[in-house]
């Protein structure tokens, strides 16, 4: 299974290579990617479209990824479906030093060129954990009658005038 996420980039980092290269790669994503009630599954179609422009020791990525999520309404738990599309921007270079130089300290890894080949991988789970929603739901509101979304107080369509939450009641003693 090739994955679209590695570039081989042998050409790029030649010292005469002066000219960004446009890249369009399609294939199925090698690892689930995203948080818990969304993501774009293991194996589901991605497209990578990559600007890969040299930079001295380095290759500066610039790319749109795109493909549809998988997951489920947090509120009545319908299947989402959604696309999706998200930019990166990453720089990878042969040797860490060139960046952090020898006595850098910095948390910050800048990725490596490895066998001539880079990999967008981390940096697309990386973005894509920032960008997508810990708490997805339905477009607007969810369709009424597909199931039974609970009221705050626990039951669903059940509202007593003047009854407090049941997960706020311990803090009564506090007021």
Request: charged share 25%; glycine share 8%; proline share 10%.
């Amino acid at each position: 299974m090739k994955s679209p996420f590695v570039f081989p980039v042998a050409e790029l980092t030649r010292p005469s290579a002066t000219m960004p290269e446009e890249r369009h790669q399609t294939g199925p994503s090698p690892s689930r990617i995203g948080p818990e009630m969304i993501a774009i599954a293991e194996g589901a179609p991605v497209d990578v479209d990559a600007t890969l422009t040299p930079i001295g020791a380095g290759v500066l990525v610039d790319a749109t990824i795109t493909a549809t999520l998988s997951g489920n309404c947090v509120r009545c738990l319908r299947e989402l479906t959604p696309d999706f599309s998200l930019h990166v921007s990453q720089m990878f270079v042969a040797d860490a030093d060139v960046i952090t130089g020898d006595d850098a300290e910095d948390d910050d890894e800048v990725p490596l060129i490895v066998n001539e080949t880079i990999d967008l991988e981390q940096t697309v789970i990386d973005e894509a954990v920032l960008a997508l929603p810990f708490n997805p739901t339905c477009e607007g509101q969810c369709p009424e009658g597909e199931s039974d979304v609970p009221e705050p107080d626990g039951v669903s369509g059940e509202r007593v005038e003047g009854s407090v939450d049941p997960r706020w009641a311990g803090l009564e003693k506090f007021l």
